[in-house]
């Protein structure tokens, strides 16, 4: 039987994803989820882990369009007065790359993210990033460093399949984009094997248009070889798209409910059966990674 994490990001964001996620877990097939450790829903979203064991919660460690938990005055080279980091990746690599931004600042951070989650009483499986930021050279090795400190040893590796669907669309930024996350997702998987890191072999979601919908997680289930390794399907589900979209820098155009709606449907459940994958979360991979060792 083949593995498949369907893995909610940004749970604690706000209380319409938190919904999805409850609901995911209680009537559909979710089984994962990634915690903002500094956003406005972050108690709400550990009451909910608690009360849902089979939902296994990682830490989705945030240094761009969100919030920090530490005060600015403790990683000045993060956050501004108000607390909030860069609006997004791109403004992020290039002051990184200038030298703008400090390394113990992000260790700092990092850690205090993922003491937050530890703190309020849940046990983390796994980490990843809000845009992928965890994987830039540098980053990545901090992030593995805290991840192992907590006892987590299982990462997300973002490199979708260059064949996957919607790789080659878009501009040229976009197409460089991707292929630049692809290589640095490859050097990461190498080097979080390489620490004992348990990671998915695949990985989906990025490039399926406005969102995974329904009819793209029954295909998927049938294209899946039927062996024993795992994918991990990135997710964000939620209940309203026009109030969610507005919590984003600059707003985003997503189909958090056409998420929400697949993590539910009974077609995708069938189709699962079907093909004989099982929804599972990280720990479970972790856990296999320990019986193949």
């Known amino acids: 039987m083949s593995n498949i994490i369907l893995n909610a990001d940004d749970f604690g964001r706000h209380a319409l994803i938190n919904a999805a996620v409850r609901d995911g877990v209680e009537h559909g097939l979710l089984r994962s989820a990634s915690l ?39 990683i000045p080279s993060l956050v501004g007065a108000d607390g909030r980091f860069r609006p997004n990746h791109m403004a992020f690599v290039r002051d990184y790359f200038l030298g703008r931004i400090r390394r113990d600042d992000i260790r700092r951070e990092f850690m205090a993210q993922a003491q937050k989650i530890v703190h ?12 992928h930021i965890h994987i830039l050279p540098g980053v990545f090795s901090i992030a593995l460093d805290v991840a192992a400190s907590f006892g987590i040893h299982a990462v997300r590796i973002p490199a979708v399949d260059v064949g996957e669907g919607g790789f080659f669309t878009g501009g040229v930024g976009a197409i460089v984009g991707r292929l630049g996350l692809y290589t640095l997702a490859t050097i990461a998987r190498q080097q979080a094997r390489h620490r004992g890191f348990a990671t998915p072999d695949h990985f989906a979601g990025l490039v399926a248009g406005a969102a995974v919908t329904e009819d ?61 994958l099982s929804s599972v979360n990280f720990a479970a991979l972790a856990q296999r990674c320990v019986h193949a060792s």
């Open 216 to 276: 793209y997680l029954v295909q998927l289930a049938g294209a899946l070889p039927q062996d024993e390794k795992t994918t991990e399907v990135m997710l964000h589900p939620g209940k309203v798209d026009d109030e969610l979209a507005q919590l984003y820098a600059g707003g985003w155009e997503h189909s958090f409910t056409s998420e929400d709606a697949a993590i539910l449907s009974p077609a995708v459940r069938a189709a699962f059966e079907a093909h004989a």
């Open 120 to 131: 309020a009483g849940l046990t983390p499986d796994h980490v990843d990033s809000h845009q």
């Open 36 to 74: 903002m450790a500094g956003e406005p829903a972050f108690d709400e979203a550990v009451a909910i882990a608690k009360a849902h064991p089979a939902l296994g919660v990682g830490v989705h460690f945030t240094l761009v369009d969100g919030r920090s938990v530490l005060p600015s005055a403790e």
